[in-house]
T-cell receptor
Framework: DAGVTQSPTHLIKTRGQQVTLRCSPK?????VSWYQQALGQGPQFIFQ???????QRGNFPDRFSGHQFPNYSSELNVNALLLGDSALYLC???????????????FGPGTRLLVL | AQSVTQLDSHVSVSEGTPVLLRCNYS??????LFWYVQHPNKGLQLLLK??????LVKGINGFEAEFKKSETSFHLTKPSAHMSDAAEYFC????????FGTGTSLTVIP
């Protein structure tokens, strides 16, 4: 049973650049959420995608955008990178049952982004 | 507003002694509550969850947690610490999104 996978594992960018991170959900899952985890902090919710639409969003600027594909995989895009965007970006997947997104989320290993 | 507070940023125990990691939540209703563990350079692994069934929840690797509504707490315990338990632990709660605490780093001394 394939778990949540993310790519790349590590990434180095410079200020002002753009970055795209990728996530494939756990087999059978159809909902993807993205989190930012700064060093020494807990994960912060960025947004959640279901049926190729953004369903919920945390307190992140519009520089953070996403996409979900028909196969349920997802991308996180960050434009105009700032030094403060350096973090571990985690993807989590879950499942819709009976029209409701189940609460248990399964996390990938993350992408560590360093902005110089 | 919903929030999760982990009361200790660092906990250190000797191998074979009990573990207690404390978590309080703030919510206008009874949320679902979770504990996750994160080993270095790894993603989050679900330890256990509470979803309004039994208040004492058993998880993986011998961990358990008790939901106490009167105290708005969901503390994580384990009777006997193992070296492999050394990691970062996060408490989380559902609301209109998933809220995480700031984490507790557990050190196990041999």
């Amino acid at each position: 049973d394939a778990g949540v996978t993310q790519s790349p594992t590590h990434l180095i960018k410079t200020r002002g650049q753009q970055v795209t991170l990728r996530c494939s959900p756990k087999s059978g899952h159809d909902t993807v959420s993205w989190y930012q985890q700064a060093l020494g902090q807990g994960p912060q919710f960025i947004f959640q995608y279901y049926e190729e639409e953004e369903r919920q969003r945390g307190n992140f600027p519009d520089r953070f955008s996403g996409h979900q594909f028909p196969n349920y995989s997802s991308e996180l895009n960050v434009n105009a990178l700032l030094l403060g965007d350096s973090a571990l970006y985690l993807c989590a997947s879950s499942l819709v049952l009976g029209g409701r997104i189940t609460e248990t989320q399964y996390f990938g290993p993350g992408t560590r982004l360093l902005v110089l | 507003a919903q929030s999760v507070t982990q009361l200790d940023s660092h906990v250190s125990v000797s191998e074979g002694t009990p573990v207690l990691l404390r978590c309080n939540y703030s919510s206008s209703y009874s949320p679902s509550l979770f504990w996750y563990v994160q080993h270095p350079n790894k993603g989050l692994q679900l330890l256990l969850k509470y979803t309004s069934a039994a208040t004492l929840v058993k998880g993986i690797n011998g961990f358990e947690a008790e939901f106490k509504k009167s105290e708005t707490s969901f503390h994580l315990t384990k009777p006997s610490a193992h070296m492999s338990d050394a990691a970062e632990y996060f408490c989380a709660a559902t609301g209109n999104q998933f809220y995480f605490g700031t984490g507790t780093s557990l050190t196990v001394i041999p």
